[in-house]
């Protein structure tokens, strides 16, 4: 089965710094990687997915990229503020087989961004 | 849209005693899922389902059972809880493969 690994495991920031959050997954056939923000106490949520047909993707101040070949992708926060702080996830799925949309998650990143 | 709910927020058990954990969705998703968040640590996929009348076994699901008879409804049920079940409980749905998974707010339960 798949198997996602999440690096760092605990990130420290000033505010208005970048954070780079890395993940590396074992199975090939993955085409899916969302990348989920869980703050202290609330329900995990979707910032942003990316697909293994593109390279990259931009949200404001987020980006994801994915790199196919060395099966890695990573989530880059630009410009860092306090609510940024929370729990990262990364997961990774193959959709196009039988796995339902079961995803794998990373071990999560927990982001501290200092004013 | 409510999205998904779960009921109850918190509850404490008692080692042995048996409780059911309940998630609905009103999106119409066909796809449901069970997590378990242990402290400080990611999640972990304790059931499945695909649509009504269909379940199935994620990474985690010794101590659970689950039941799908209709497309909102995806109970769980723990039978002589234990402490190690001890956890935060995730309900989430999707509506295809794959697309983002929405949570609920959450049970979180003590097994003392």
């Known amino acids: 089965g798949e198997n996602v690994e999440q690096h760092p495991s605990t990130l420290s920031v000033q505010e208005g710094d970048s954070a780079v959050i890395k993940c590396t997954y074992s199975d090939s056939a993955s085409n899916y990687f969302p990348w989920y923000k869980q703050e202290l106490g609330k329900r995990p949520q979707l910032i942003i997915d990316i697909r293994s047909n593109v390279g990259e993707k931009k949200d404001q101040r987020i980006a994801v990229t994915l790199n196919k070949t060395a099966k890695h992708f990573s989530l880059h926060i630009t410009e860092t503020q306090p609510e940024d702080s929370a729990v990262y996830f990364c997961?990774?799925?193959?959709?196009?087989?039988?796995?339902?949309?079961?995803?794998?998650f990373g071990q999560g990143t927990i982001l501290t961004v200092h004013p | 849209n409510a999205g998904v709910t779960q009921t109850p927020k918190f509850r404490i058990l008692k080692i042995g005693q048996s409780m059911t954990l309940q998630c609905a969705q009103d999106?119409?998703?066909?796809?449901m899922y069970w997590y378990r968040q242990d402290p400080g640590m990611g999640l972990k996929l304790i059931y499945y389902s695909v649509g009504a009348g269909i379940t199935d076994k994620g990474e985690v699901p010794n101590g659970y059972n689950v039941s799908r008879s209709t497309t909102e409804d995806f109970p769980l049920r723990l039978e002589l809880a234990a402490p190690s079940q001890t956890s935060v409980y995730f309900c989430a749905s999707s509506s295809d493969r794959p697309t983002q998974q929405y949570f609920g707010p959450g049970t979180r339960l003590t097994v003392t």
């Open positions: 997961a990774a799925v193959n959709a196009g087989g039988t796995s339902y949309g079961k995803l794998t």
């Open positions: 999106m119409n998703h066909n796809y």
